[in-house]
């Protein structure tokens, strides 16, 4: 047994250099298996923490709206962003990739974020894309609301002085 450790030592000495090797033998040397995926979670975890800055946009049956406005991205035919849909009755914060594509004039959710509103705990994540809505006038409900929203993002400029629609700055979510 010691020997195949020491063969198997040697093999990830020679792929890893530097501190991954180092790494890598502390944790083969103790066999904590545990160890290496409690590393890599934390990393995970860490990785997927950002700052957001919402801006409230409109509210619908109890629904509040809000851009991260760090997250806007405007080209030719097509505008990004992460838009937040607050249900304080749910105690839930969805957070919504969105496409929004100019042309068609619709849009499409790329993943999906839900939260636990009050202590903005991750408790669900999906990258299964969504279908593709429309916004144009014909829309009710829900997609006049994105409509709203695409216009927002559209308009957004940084403007330091103006904090008049923030919320949560700074905060940051997982």
């Known amino acids: 047994m010691k020997i195949i450790r020491n063969m198997i ?8 250099k530097g501190a991954v090797a180092t790494v890598a033998m502390a944790f083969l040397l103790m066999g904590s298996i545990f160890g290496a995926a409690e590393l890599l979670s934390t990393t995970s975890t860490a990785e997927a923490t950002h700052r957001v800055d919402r801006h409230f946009v409109d509210s619908l049956d109890g629904t509040g709206y809000y851009v991260d406005v760090n997250t806007i991205n405007v080209w030719d035919n097509e505008v990004t962003a ?5 249900k304080a009755l749910y105690n839930s914060m969805y957070c919504y990739g969105v496409v929004y594509n100019l042309e068609n004039q619709s849009y499409q959710y790329t993943y ?3 939260y636990q509103y009050d202590t903005r705990k991750l408790t669900s994540y999906s990258e299964v894309p969504s279908l593709v809505y429309g916004y144009s006038n014909a829309a009710i409900g829900n997609n006049m609301i994105m409509e709203e929203v695409l216009r927002f993002c559209q308009n957004y400029r940084p403007d330091p002085n103006n904090i008049m629609n923030n919320t949560d700055v700074g905060e940051l979510l997982d």
């Open 112 to 114: 999906t974020k839900i």
């Open 82 to 86: 992460d838009v937040y849909m607050v």
């Open 9 to 16: 030592t040697n093999n990830m000495i020679n792929c890893f």
